[in-house]
């Protein structure tokens, strides 16, 4: 009906929107794995990016931190960052609580802290997963090859797209293993993981044709 209220809402329109691709955090913390299960049934595989939105270059920073007068801590097996004070004009810092009716034991959340490799093993993990849904009741499993094959466009293919580094032009062209393309490779074995994380364990890793693995230790 074109009455109703926005056509739903803007989580639903840009589901139904194929001008819209979604960008979803891939941590499985700040998305829930039934969102994320929905989102790429609705959208479709080629527009859904999975990114990490990790706040710190490599790991979460030990013990806690302050941005911008908002105090955070890592949960403790440096997952996620969550806030857990705010200082105010006069220095003191008020303690941030969680609310009494939640339905997770997530405070408020800060950001991330796994990197993309994390979220690729995440998403392949997902895919190759039965999980139920929000909107769809229960999602099934995909096949292995085919899990990676969709993880491997959500996080490297259509983001190229979008930044134009998939046609060239925005300097570089990558997103694809084919002729013309510079050679950003990951050589890797994956296998299913515990829970809905796989198992990926890094084998080689090329930047534009160059050997890297090792080399940021």
Do not use: W
Not at 84 to 105: H, L, P
Not at 106 to 114: H, Q
Not at 166 to 182: I, N, P, Q, T
Request: aromatic share 6%.
């Amino acid at each position: 009906s074109t009455k109703s209220f926005d056509g739903g809402g803007m989580l639903e329109g840009a589901l139904r929107d194929d001008r819209i691709t979604a960008e979803m955090i891939g941590d499985l913390v700040h998305v829930h794995p039934a969102v994320l299960r929905d989102a790429i049934a609705r959208k479709g595989v080629g527009r859904v990016v999975a990114v990490s939105d990790v706040m710190f270059p490599v790991d979460a920073p030990a013990g806690g931190f302050e941005i911008n007068g908002i105090l955070g801590r890592a949960d403790e097996k440096g997952e996620y960052l969550y806030v857990t004070g705010r200082r105010g004009a006069d220095g003191g810092v008020t303690e941030v609580k969680s609310g009494e009716i939640r339905a997770s034991n997530v405070k408020v959340l800060f950001g991330a802290a796994v990197n993309q490799d994390r979220v690729f093993a995440n998403m392949v993990g997902l895919l190759a997963s039965e999980v139920e849904g929000n909107y769809i009741r229960r999602h099934s499993a995909l096949p292995l090859d085919e899990a990676v094959c969709h993880a491997s466009r959500m996080c490297s293919e259509n983001p190229a797209r979008l930044t134009g580094l998939y046609d060239g032009s925005a300097g570089r062209k990558v997103g694809a293993v084919a002729a013309g393309y510079e050679a950003d490779v990951i050589i890797a074995d994956i296998a299913r993981g515990e829970g809905l994380q796989a198992d990926v364990q890094l084998r080689e890793v090329f930047l534009a044709g160059k050997p890297t693995l090792g080399l940021c230790n």
